[in-house]
């Protein structure tokens, strides 16, 4: 089991209701299927159009997912 903080950003954190949740996850899960059983649901947009960081890193949606990881869900911004 991994436990992983997840923080959302922008209108992630409101479609998620707050900015920080832990979840225990089976081993071996990897960004990318997190984010299609936990997050997408709620947030109703492609993974294509988001940003993830791990410990403030960058990271891909393969990354496998380890115990005590921060994962940053980032949604695309826009400004003109």
Do not use: C
Request: charged letters at 20%; zero cysteines.
């Amino acid at each position: 089991m991994a436990n992983v903080t997840v923080l959302f950003f922008s209108y992630a954190a409101d479609r998620m209701s707050g900015r920080q949740a832990s979840y225990d996850l089976p081993e071996g899960m990897t960004i990318g299927a997190f984010f299609s059983t936990h997050v997408a649901p709620k947030l109703r947009e492609s993974m294509e159009s988001m940003m993830f960081s791990i410990n403030e890193e960058w990271a891909p949606p393969d990354y496998v997912l380890q115990d005590g990881d921060r994962l940053a869900v980032i949604p695309p911004v826009s400004g003109g």
